[in-house]
């Protein structure tokens, strides 16, 4: 297997000879997200995610988010769930590669692609059929006691194609916990959720919460999937541990009115409720308009699916088992295993582009020159002569639960931003106008 | 599945008798003898728990890693994996893996705290981190356990014998003194410690037990186990236990490599 000339795959364990990089398609605080191909001769050619987590900086091991990934994917097997299929381990830099199905797209992808270059909505029917597949993955979680926490639209992977193409996965479940009996309440693992899909009662204080703020989640990802731009694009206060999320509360109320004490009983013992009284319960919200915004009929089956998402009180929500049942999806068009496929015949179906892929870091991130972070177009590629020939339309890669890589061409977001009451005191923080915060608040 | 066991990897995993408390051919050329093996098991699953309190994690955290370390020895040698690492490392695992994280540092200053560390072997935060990893491998990446406490619970509510519970708590805790977690679905154990408490406690259950249609036969051989335990294995002679730890190599070659 091992190829005497070339000294870089000498080097490599044995396990890693498995795979030919492509390159670099994610990164997150935990290490890299690369993209690899299977040498297996059953496999070969078959595309893997492989994520790796590097050794904690504190000096405590394997980090307690590849952990939860690890143990919770494990045994997870389901159509709508992303499926690890192997882990390595590399003992000489103690690091951990979790190697995934690989999914060329994702929903903050297909979202951006539909907004700046088509300028079209994405077709009705595959709008119906992603949410139905991801309230299909969602409800297996939750019916064993999953909360997945950290839903957004770049965790949500699409198949390209293949066998599978147009097939939603859910991905990242390095926050994703167990809550049928937790040993400590939820809320010591820290702040969850990006701030944009976070549920209300997550942004009052809740202690204990439950797999409605996932359904939460799914309503904003839904509203975005309707009209192509974040439901509500709050600006994150980033101070201090859990801090009160004004602002991203303040665009939940002006769209949905203010909570009540009377739709949500329980409202009156959150915690930031009490203690932020008069900063949020002074203001006055008028005219509440989601129906404007989705710029779909207030008595339509999807304005009511969305509406009971989008419920304030968290035992009032739909459930993913409900929402399953609901009209809007036993109404034309109906959904599909395959989303991507045209909505009626004579549809011109989608091409969504390739995800950029760093050619130049290796597995071990240390043959990077400084400047691979950066989006390289295809002719800029360096390759290694381990690399794998990339045809020239690859296909976009994507990857479980990473961060994007920084993107020169990434376009600002901004419109909504303007609407913003306060002043923004941090306005030179390159995350303000920015489509997808890029800061998670992932704490253990 | 996290929450499903008959759909769980602990299920479609559970071993035969024949499958546990054998000696491994390694262990064999060294003259561990599967006594020694049982008392060495034992042992260790009482430093868990020893080290545990230390540390102030709580009883599943516990019974996790009891369950981690005799999963591993099914099918890792003595010789090749000191308990004496492994068992520290599994609680250590265990901590996160039941969202009750505990510092490696912390942790290893209890180990050398208490024995057998305190007697000489010596192992390092280092030492714990790579045997983590090791541990992950040889569990196959395997982590999700069930515990009979939670059906114990229901079960009791169920029987009508709540009163008991305290009792067949403490039976349930000894039964990880065996390889009964590795062999039986949690809730067989469960009835199986009820089975036991309400003789003890004079408890009039038949009734109870035939309406619920198990199998008798198994509950009473998971019952002989404990009770064996309790019998024979709950005070282990110093001597007896020095004899089989003195079989363990005086030192573990670090066969870390990739």
């Not at chain 1, 919460?209 to 509203?223: E, Q, R």
């Not at chain 1, 009929?297 to 409900?322: G, T, V």
């Not at chain 2, 067949?168 to 039964?175: A, Q, R, T």
Request: aromatic residues 10%.
């Amino acid at each position: 297997m091992v190829d005497p000339g070339n000294p870089r795959q000498r080097a490599r364990p044995a396990w890693l000879q498995q795979y030919e990089l492509v390159g670099k398609i994610g990164e997150g605080t935990y290490g890299l997200v690369y993209l690899a191909r299977r040498q297996q001769p059953l496999h070969r050619g078959v595309r893997i995610a492989i994520k790796k987590f590097k050794q904690s900086k504190e000096g405590d091991g394997v980090s307690p988010t590849a952990i939860r990934e690890i143990m919770l994917l494990r045994e997870c097997i389901h159509d709508n769930i992303v499926k690890l299929v192997n882990v390595h381990i590399n003992y000489v830099d103690m690091s951990l590669y979790l190697a995934f199905d690989y999914a060329e797209h994702d929903l903050y992808e297909i979202i951006r692609h539909h907004r700046e270059k088509l300028s079209s909505p994405i077709n009705q029917y595959t709008v119906k059929s992603l949410l139905w597949q991801i309230l299909n993955g969602l409800n297996y979680l939750h019916s064993n006691w999953i909360i997945h926490r950290d839903l957004k639209p770049s965790n949500i992977l699409v198949m390209g194609d293949g066998e599978e193409q147009g097939v939603v996965k859910i991905g990242d479940f390095g926050l994703a916990r167990v809550h049928q009996a937790p040993l400590k309440p939820l809320c010591d693992n820290g702040v969850v959720v990006t701030i944009w899909y976070r549920a209300p009662e997550l942004l009052l204080g809740a202690k204990h919460y439950t797999s409605a703020v996932d359904m939460w989640a799914v309503g904003c990802i839904f509203a975005e999937l309707l009209t192509l731009k974040p439901l509500f694009q709050g600006i994150e206060d980033k101070n201090g541990q859990n801090p009160f999320q004004l602002d991203q509360l303040d665009k939940i109320f002006k769209t949905l009115g203010h909570p009540t004490a009377d739709r949500w009983p329980t409202l009156l013992n959150l915690p930031f409720w009490q203690a932020n009284r008069n900063l949020i319960q002074g203001r006055k919200y008028e005219n509440p308009g989601l129906y404007s915004i989705v710029q779909q009929p207030a008595k339509s089956p999807a304005f009511d699916l969305l509406s009971k998402m989008l419920e304030y009180d968290p035992a009032k929500r739909i459930s993913a088992a409900q929402a399953l049942d609901h009209q809007y999806f036993r109404t034309e068009p109906l959904p599909g295993r395959n989303a991507l496929v045209p909505g009626s015949p004579g549809e011109k179906v989608v091409h969504y582009p390739a995800r950029p892929v760093d050619y130049s870091t290796d597995f071990d991130g240390s043959t990077a020159p400084p400047q691979s972070n950066t989006n390289l177009a295809p002719q800029q590629q360096q390759r290694g002569e381990h690399m794998m020939q990339v045809p020239a339309m690859h296909q976009p890669l994507h990857l479980p639960a990473i961060q994007r890589m920084p993107q020169n061409n990434m376009n600002n977001f901004s419109s909504v931003n303007q609407q913003g009451r306060r002043k923004e005191p941090d306005s030179g923080n390159q995350n303000y106008n920015n489509y997808q915060p890029l800061n998670k608040s992932r704490r253990m | 599945m996290a929450a499903n066991f008959w759909a769980s990897s602990h299920c479609k995993k559970l071993l035969d008798s024949d499958e546990v408390g054998h000696v491994l051919p390694a262990d064999q050329e060294r003259g561990l003898t599967a006594e020694d093996v049982k008392l060495i098991k034992i042992y260790l699953s009482s430093y868990i728990k020893n080290l545990a309190g230390h540390l102030k994690v709580r009883q599943r955290v516990v019974a996790t890693a009891i369950a981690y370390f005799r999963r591993i020895y099914t099918r890792k040698s003595f010789t090749e994996f000191d308990p004496r690492l492994v068992a520290p490392t599994c609680l250590y695992l265990a901590s996160k893996a039941e969202e009750s994280t505990v510092a490696a540092k912390l942790l290893v200053f209890y180990m050398k705290k208490i024995p057998p560390e305190d007697k000489g072997f010596r192992y390092e935060i280092k030492d714990v981190l790579e045997m983590e990893m090791r541990l992950l491998e040889a569990l196959d990446y395997y982590l999700v356990i069930y515990h009979p406490y939670r059906p114990l619970i229901q079960l009791l509510q169920d029987a009508g014998l709540s009163d008991i519970i305290v009792t067949v708590w403490s039976i349930v805790n000894d039964s990880y003194r065996t390889d009964l977690i590795l062999m039986h679905p949690p809730f067989m154990i469960a009835l199986a410690c009820i089975y036991i408490g309400s003789v003890i406690k004079d408890k009039e259950t038949r009734t109870w037990f035939e309406e619920l249609r198990v199998d008798m036969n198994v509950i009473k051989n998971i019952a002989m186990e404990i009770l064996d335990f309790y019998e024979n294995y709950r005070n282990i002679p110093e001597e007896r236990l020095n004899a089989a730890m003195a079989k363990l190599p005086q030192s573990y070659v670090n066969a870390v490599g990739d």
